[in-house]
C-alpha cells in the first residue's frame, strides 16, 4: 500500500523561526515512516523556500539550510500539479503531496497567508483556515468576535495608524477612559516583539510608537493582574478540551526580548482550582473555538483574578507542538502520545478535506 505523502513546513521569515524548528523537528520524529512519507519543507529567515532531504537533527539545530543537496522549492497554486515543485540545475521537479502540515508559527506564516495559498492549491492541511488564523493572530479581530459572543476579555482600544496624527489626543482619551496601567501590543505579532506597560501618559504615547514599528495597528488593554491558565483544544465538528493547567513562573508580560513562550516546564497540570472554574475554562475555549472557526488544534491562555473573574487572554491556532510543550503535555491528560496526537492531526486534516475540496 502506497504511504500518505506528507509535507512538514518549517522555519519562516518570524522571530519565532527557532522555535518552529524545534516543534517541526519533534512532528516528523512522531510521524510513523510506515504509514507516511515525509517530505521536509524549510523557509529561511529571508524567506527562501527549499526542499530538505537531510537528516532531521539538521533542523533541530538550525543547520538544515546548509545542506549542499537543498533546492528551491514552492508549492503550486494550481491544484493540478497538488504537490510541491522544487528547481534543481535549472530543471523542475513535482513532488505530489497529500497533506501539509504547517509547523510555522508568526507573521506571514500561520496568521492565514501559508492557508490561503494551500486553499489555493487544493492541498489538506493541519490546523485552522484562513479566516480563522487571521483572526486570532489579529488580536482587534479577536476581541471582536470575542465581544460579539460575550466571551469575557479585557477591556480593550484600538489605534490605526490614520490617528497617529494626533497620537497623543487618541492616547488622552483612552487613558483617561481605561486608567493605568495598560498593555500596549502590535495587534498582529506572534512573540512579544514591540509589546511594552504603560504607567504614565507619556509612557503611554512611547508605548504605542512602539508598537507601530512591528504592525500598522495596536492594541491597548487594560492590565489584569492574575493567575494565567491554559487549555488545549482538538477536533473539527467536536472539539474536546484538554485538563486545565497553570503555569507557575511568574512572566514579565511586556519584555519586549522574551517571547512570552512557556517550555512547559513551569506547567502544573491540574491547575489548582475549583471544578466549577475548570469547567469554565473548557466551556469559554469550545466556544471561543467554534466562535472563530477554528480546526484542528489550538492553545488558549487565561487570565484568573483574586475574585474568580475569568479572562480569555490569546489564542494560537498552532502552537509549540514539542512533546514537553503546553498544549502536548495537556493533550497527554487527554492520554495522547505524542505519536498519537500528531497522527490523529494529520488524519483530521485529510477527512476534513473531503468537504473543502
Sequence with gaps: MARIKAAVIFGGTAREHTLSLASAAEVIRSIPKDKYEVICIGITRKGRWLYFPGDVEDIANGTW?????CASAFISPDPLYRGIITIENGETTIRRVDVVFPVLMGKKSIDGTIQGLLDLSGIPYVGSGVLASASCMDKSHTHMVMDDY????????LIT????????????????????PLIVKPANSGSNAGTSLAETPEELVASVKLAFSSDNKVVVEKYIKARKLEAAVLGCDMPVCSPVG???TPQVIFDP???????????????????DTEKRVQETAIAAFKALG?????????????????????IGTMPGLRKNSVFCKLMSELDYSHEELIVELLEQALENADRNY
Design 65 to 69: 539550510e546548509q545542506d549542499t543537496d
Design 294 to 314: 477554528c480546526k484542528g488544534l489550538a492553545r488558549f491562555d487565561f487570565f484568573l483574578t483574586e475574585n474568580g473573574e475569568l479572562f480569555l487572554n490569546k
Design 150 to 157: 460575550n466571551i469575557n476579555t479585557a477591556e480593550w482600544r
Design 161 to 180: 495608524q490614520r490617528e497617529i496624527n494626533d497620537l497623543d489626543g487618541r492616547c488622552r482619551s483612552i487613558a483617561s477612559e481605561m486608567g493605568f
Design 246 to 248: 497553570e503555569i507557575t
Design 257 to 275: 526580548l522574551s517571547f512570552n513562550v512557556s517550555t512547559g516546564d513551569d506547567l502544573r497540570i491540574p491547575a489548582d482550582i475549583s471544578k
